[in-house]
C-alpha cells in the first residue's frame, strides 16, 4: 500500500473514470486511488470494479454511495476511509481532467516540504485556466477574491478542489462540523485549516475545463459559496480553534 491516496469523486463520469485512474497509475510516484461513487446510474462504479478485478486490486479502491448527497459528504466520506486505512497524504482532485494528474507529485513535494496543506492553485501566478468562457474566469476569480476580503485569508485560489493534505489536518479539523455539501466546502475545508494554524502552500498549475461529461455547477451551488462565506466567518468568532 502506498502512503499517498488520491481521492476521486464521480456522478456519471464513465467517459473519464477508466482515463483518470491510468493517468494516476502511470504517474513515476505511486499513488493509490480511492474513487467515491454516488451510485451513478451510468455505470461508473462497474468501470472501476472491472479494473479492480482485473489490474488494480491491491491500489484501487471504491467506496459506493446510495446516492447523490454532494461533493462535500463525498469528501468527508472519503477521508474518513482514508484515515481508518492509514494514509498518511489525502489527495482530492476532480474526475474529469480538469485537474492534470501530472501535478500531483508538485502537490505531494510541497507536503514534503514545509507545507500541511498544499493547494492547486489557478491564481496564483496569474489566471492560469483553459476553455473556460471569459464570465465564467471572472466569476471564479473575483469570487476568491471575495473569499480572502471576507475571511482574511491570504490564498489566491480559495474555491480550489485540487488539494493535498496531512494525515495530521484531517485527524485535527472535526470532519462532522464541516458543513457545506457544493463547492464551498472547498472554502470551508481551507478557512478551518487556516483557523487552525496550519501552514498553507499554493502551488501554481494549468486549470483545463472538462472536455467529456457534463459539469455538476450550479445556481445553487454558487449561492451557497456567496452567502455561505459571510455566515461561516461570524460563526467563527464564536468558535474555539485549537491551534497546533
Avoid at 476511509?81 to 500531483?104: K, R, T, V
Wanted: hydrophobic share 40%; aromatic share 12%.
Amino acid at each position: 500500500m502506498s502512503k499517498k491516496i488520491v481521492i476521486i469523486p464521480t456522478y456519471n463520469e464513465r467517459e473519464n473514470a477508466e482515463e483518470i485512474i491510468r493517468a494516476v497509475f502511470s504517474l513515476h510516484q505511486t499513488f493509490d486511488v480511492l474513487i467515491v461513487d454516488d451510485n451513478s446510474p451510468d455505470g461508473t462504479a462497474e468501470i472501476v470494479k472491472n479494473l479492480q478485478s482485473h489490474e488494480f486490486r491491491n491500489n484501487l479502491h471504491l467506496l459506493q454511495r446510495k446516492e447523490k448527497n454532494g461533493l462535500g459528504t463525498a469528501y468527508i466520506d472519503g477521508f474518513k476511509w482514508c484515515l481508518n486505512q492509514g494514509y498518511e497524504y489525502i489527495f482530492e482532485m476532480d474526475a474529469d481532467f480538469s485537474h492534470n494528474p501530472q501535478d500531483l507529485p508538485k502537490l505531494f513535494e510541497a507536503l514534503c516540504e514545509e507545507a500541511e496543506v498544499a493547494i492547486g492553485s489557478r491564481y496564483k501566478t496569474g489566471v492560469n485556466v483553459v476553455n473556460w468562457p471569459m464570465e465564467r474566469v471572472m466569476m471564479s476569480y473575483y469570487a476568491s477574491a471575495y473569499v480572502r476580503y471576507i475571511t482574511g485569508m491570504r490564498i489566491r485560489d480559495t474555491t480550489a478542489g485540487f488539494v493535498g493534505y496531512k494525515a495530521k489536518v484531517l485527524q485535527h479539523i472535526a470532519l462532522d462540523e464541516i458543513k457545506f455539501r457544493g463547492y464551498a466546502f472547498q472554502i470551508e475545508m481551507k478557512f478551518t485549516a487556516w483557523k487552525h494554524g496550519f501552514k498553507i502552500e499554493e502551488v501554481p498549475i494549468i486549470f483545463t475545463d472538462r472536455t467529456r461529461g457534463e459539469s455538476k455547477i450550479s445556481k445553487g451551488i454558487i449561492q451557497e459559496a456567496v452567502f455561505g462565506v459571510v455566515s461561516m466567518k461570524v460563526k467563527s468568532w464564536f468558535r474555539k480553534y485549537q491551534k497546533v
